[in-house]
């Protein structure tokens, strides 16, 4: 009977649907960080003014080369390309220097932080209303989103909630996707889940399966037999159910409705539609998707049983190939040898990579896959229900061709918060175990227009020239103090998660990291001082990767970030620079 009253972020529908269930909370939604475009900075500005002057000149001339190998060495004094050999066919690496440095410029990036209470000011307004635009958010819109964006609507909905007053109901979203959110100050819900997932997202969900495989061949490789796919429920309740639709595209499933309209099950789409062979799909849920969307859950087990018992030619049907397989190999029922979708045991959540690479006591990269594997390994079957199926689930990672997983937001990229490693960084080594190889690792982001699938090495580097690396989004960061260096080398830890349990970031990433925030003597002090504990734990994470062999400074920078690791600690003891000198 005692209210419980919490501010939540607006674009959280999925823990905070849970906040409401389990302690009946009132939530007061607070909006999240205004957006903006990342810009260039640095080298790279000076790589589009050559890349724009290229542009000018006659072909063939003598200042064409020229230029092409002053080009390929600024762009390879910022890692996106090589330095040698040089190039031969300039124009086509010009071109694609020109795409990328466009990509860079635009893409769009959380700016600072929100702080409750306070609304925007012009400039912080008047960029996130230029991506509700790119967004394709009509004009009628974007005038009442501009009027509603400098109310305070938030300490006030708090006050009146406190006087035990009617907080008004709105459903979680994302600004840019579904501005109704505003005015925040209300009471978020999250969805109908009998309606998910919606026929927009069938529609949409099978383009990104589509997509995926594409860019997959693209790189010369064979059409995929199983796919790891990580579910959250964010991602989902923010699509109306887009993820959940791409794993039926790939197996070749549809929800099934009954009379009501409400979801049923599922069935399957006959080959001769389908026009290629059901992929073999291993889903992995969160514990938040497990708890709000039991119906989907059950509906994605009964898709991969329908297809185990189809009777098709395994050549076009994977998930009936390697279930036919494992029955004979395991001795064991097909309802066993179909299981596919695989989540924490019941009241558990998460898989506990994250805590591993947070704390640091960990020898071998095997042993993050090992606990993933240990908290990951309950299958739903099609009555729903969830039991231990250890050697099941190695046997599915054995076949993982690659790992995917969709980016939910603008605001939450993959080294913003430690859960993406945790559940697809975590899923991949398990299956590079199994494997004996590392697999493919993609990311799926329809933030913006069509929506594009990068891979997982791509996303870092972008999210690293944009986020982290990028003045614009760290002096952001900075303006609010304490938070904003825990915030900075919290991404520095999830980037070595990512580094730990796929080895697929680049080396420059800690390189140009620690020239920024260590080797940089006022940057560093500016960290010490804001907050010395983040500052050593920046430096010591740098120290830890370059140990873990993520990347291989020479002696002089290696020195000088033990140096100022040392210095940074001095300082955190109180043991002032002047007197140890
Ligand atoms: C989810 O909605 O499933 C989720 C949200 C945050 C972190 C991990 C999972
Ligand atoms: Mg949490």
Known sequence: TTPNLYLYAANNPSEGTIAKRRSGATLISYLSPPLSQAGLYRGLVDLKASLTRYRTL????????DLGQLIQAQAAGLDLSEAEPLWDDHAKRITALQSAILELEYTLIPHG????????????????????????????????????????????????????????????????????????GRNIHGFDPFRLPSAFALKDGAKQAELLLTTHRASGRALPETIALVLWGTDNLKSEGGPIAQALALMGAEPKWDSYGRLCGASLIPLEKLGRPRID???????????????????????????ASADEPVEMNFIRKHALHVMQEQNCTLDTAA???????????????????????????????????????????????????????????????????????????????????????????????????????????????????????????????TRLLNPKWYEGMLKHGHEGVRSIESHLTNTMGWSATTGQVQP????????????DEAMRNRLAALNPKAAVKLANRLLEAQRRDFWNPDAETLAALERASEDLEDRLEGISVEAAA
């Not at 006659?58 to 080369?65: L, M, T």
């Not at 400098?150 to 979203?173: H, K, M, N, W, Y």
């Not at 799909?281 to 297809?307: C, H, N, W």
């Open 58 to 65: 006659e072909p063939g001339s003598s200042e064409v080369s």
């Open 113 to 184: 932080l929100h702080i409750v209470g306070q609304t925007m000011d012009a400039e912080e307004r008047a960029s996130t209303l230029a991506s509700l635009k790119e967004a394709g958010v009509d004009a009628k819109r974007l005038t009442d989103a501009e009027a509603m964006l400098q109310d305070e609507t938030e300490l006030s909905a708090l006050l009146r909630a406190l006087d035990g007053r009617f907080i008004r109901p709105v459903a979680g979203g994302d600004l840019v996707r579904t501005p109704e959110i505003l005015p925040t």
């Open 281 to 307: 799909v291993m889903l992995t849920l969160s514990g938040i998707f497990r708890d709000l969307l039991p119906l989907q859950t059950k509906m994605l087990a009964e898709a991969a049983y329908l297809a």
């Open 339 to 465: 299981l596919r979708v695989f989540s924490n045991a019941d009241g558990a959540y998460g898989a506990n990579v994250n805590m591993m690479i947070e704390n640091g006591r960990w020898d071998d990269e095997d042993e993050l896959g090992a606990v993933f594997s240990a908290r990951k390994s309950f299958a739903h079957g099609r009555d729903g229900k969830a039991s231990s199926q250890t050697a099941m689930m190695q046997a599915v990672l054995r076949g993982v061709d690659l790992a995917y997983q969709n980016l939910e937001s603008v605001e939450l990229g993959v080294t913003t918060i430690d859960h993406y490693f945790d559940s697809l960084g975590g899923i991949s080594r398990a299956a590079e175990k199994q494997r004996g190889e590392a697999i493919p690792v993609y990311i799926g982001d329809q933030t913006r227009g069509a929506g594009v699938v990068r891979t997982l090495s791509e996303q870092v580097a972008l999210e690293s020239r």
């Open 508 to 519: 420059w990433v800690y390189q140009k990291a620690t020239e920024t925030f260590v080797l």
